[in-house]
């Protein structure tokens, strides 16, 4: 259970406490400017977080301002027991002219990462299992195991007609090491009272009941491959006010490339944006749709969701900062997803400040989503025949349960030079099955 949070900002985000009624024409922005954020967090398990990324972009000589000609992020991120992120994303229309370009390259090392089991509400959390301070305690880690993730992605965009229609291409190599948690790391100087206890954890038992194969059960390298259409009318792509954003794209994974299951997905997205006072206030939705159409999905990348384009880190699913806020990450995984997002977002105020633009945006949001698909999962095992005889399965399992998960909430947004934006997120879970609530602090809009 997380014990403390909290990020250490620039001192701009003390801004927020003044409104100004002058209105100030926009600075014009040229050539390199750059926004950092050190961040600091604090968990029981995982210790301390330390680290900073940085956001350089390059305006040119300013006649395309707020767009940029390059962008470069940087992020490094420990905890002091092992767990981060580190962190290169290049995104750029100039570097081929025509093409939109953008490169990530990512390491993710983490030792306590969420598995709630497949099909959302069939999948049974029991959240006293995870309170240290509950009768029926377990472990906080139970519904955890380590993971370690290499990503290589590449997407490219061109156009079809006209600026609007355009083709989307890229790969995407994988690369997972997944194991149960390390007890030994994690209770490393703790004090008895604090001691992870040596018990199985969800993943160990979904391993003993053959849900997991062995095959599987260590990880594996998943390259993929995608082609889409996309229809793209936005006014501006870090924070559009009105406009819509479309896409369907299709991702193959090909075994003879070295994967262990071949399989192919197909993606529609729909994202929407209104304004409802110039400059100020605007509306926002996105809906999400994405399912199997053939193969076996190794369990391991079943978590991931799939854009055409990397705004942050991670993009996993469903639960967490990137789809639904306030419910526990991956607490919503299936063969078939369905989500939405619909936000409010007022910009409060704008200033100027050390010669760069500033504003302070608030938001307003909900959340939702569920398993459209569910991942087939054999309960005739021989294994899991013998535990079913000698414990309750509805422990564990509540077949036919699944149903739409909501979440809503409250956001902050201190924006630098239009592009460079500091989120805050807080989301509330509408129902218990999914955890209580969340605080996300990162980077841009959530779409």
Same mark, same amino acid.
């Given at each position: 259970?997380? /014990? ?5 900002? &620039?001192?701009?985000?003390? *801004? ?37 990324? !940085? ?25 002091? /027991? ?41 999948? !049974? ?16 880690? #139970? ?8 990503? #290589? ?21 994988? @690369? ?9 790391? *994690? ?30 059960? %260590? ?16 006014? %501006? ?7 819509? $954003? ?99 977002? $007022? ?5 100027? *400040? ?8 608030? @938001? ?13 999962? %054999? ?7 013998? &535990? ?23 956001? !902050? ?5 239009? %592009? &460079? ?22 980077? @841009?809009?959530?779409?």
């Amino acid at each position: 259970m997380k /014990k403390g949070l909290f990020l250490l900002l &620039f001192p701009w985000l003390s *801004l927020a406490a003044f409104s100004q009624t002058e209105t100030k024409e926009e600075l014009v922005k040229e050539g390199w400017n750059f926004g950092a954020l050190p961040a600091v967090t604090f968990d029981t398990d995982l210790g301390f977080q330390y680290g900073a990324l !940085v956001n350089l972009y390059h305006y040119g000589d300013g006649s395309r301002y707020p767009k940029y000609n390059h962008s470069l992020y940087f992020e490094v991120s420990r905890f002091t /027991k092992g767990s981060g992120i580190y962190r290169f994303y290049y995104d750029s229309d100039q570097l081929i002219k025509g093409i939109q370009s953008s490169v990530d390259l990512t390491y993710l090392t983490d030792q306590a990462y969420d598995f709630y089991g497949f099909n959302g509400y069939d999948a !049974v959390f029991n959240d006293s299992w995870v309170d240290d301070e509950s009768e029926d305690y377990v472990s906080r880690v #139970f519904y955890d195991y380590d993971r370690k993730m290499f990503r #290589f992605k590449v997407d490219l965009q061109g156009k079809l007609a006209g600026s609007k229609f355009r083709w989307i291409g890229g790969m995407n190599l994988l @690369n997972f090491e997944v194991a149960p948690v390390n007890l030994e790391k *994690l209770n490393k100087g703790k004090k008895e009272d604090d001691l992870l206890p040596d018990v199985d954890g969800l993943y160990d038992k979904y391993l003993d009941w053959g849900l997991i194969s062995a095959e599987e059960a %260590n990880g594996g390298f998943v390259p993929v491959f995608k082609g889409g259409l996309v229809f793209d009318t936005r006014d %501006n792509k870090p924070h559009p006010m009105r406009g819509q $954003w479309s896409e369907a794209v299709l991702v193959v994974s090909p075994k003879v490339l070295g994967a262990e299951s071949s399989f192919s997905k197909l993606s529609l997205t729909h994202r929407q944006y209104f304004t409802l006072v110039p400059k100020d206030l605007s509306f926002a939705y996105r809906l999400v749709y994405q399912t199997m159409l053939g193969g076996e999905v190794p369990f391991y990348y079943q978590s991931q969701v799939i854009t055409s384009i990397m705004t942050g880190s991670t993009s996993e699913g469903l639960g967490g900062s990137r789809t639904l806020r306030g419910i526990r990450r991956n607490r919503v995984i299936g063969d078939g997803i369905f989500f939405g997002n619909a936000e409010l977002r $007022w910009k409060v105020a704008r200033l100027q *400040l050390l010669n760069n633009n500033f504003y302070i945006g608030l @938001n307003g949001f909900t959340d939702f989503g569920r398993v459209t698909k569910k991942t087939a999962l %054999n309960l005739d095992t021989d294994v899991f025949n013998a &535990f079913s005889l000698a414990n309750d399965p509805k422990d564990y399992f509540n077949p036919d349960s699944e149903a739409m998960h909501i979440s809503y909430g409250v956001g !902050v947004r201190v924006a630098m030079n239009e %592009n &460079f934006i500091i989120a805050i997120d807080y989301g509330m879970a509408a129902d218990k099955r999914d955890g209580d609530s969340g605080l996300y602090m990162g980077l @841009n809009y959530l779409f």
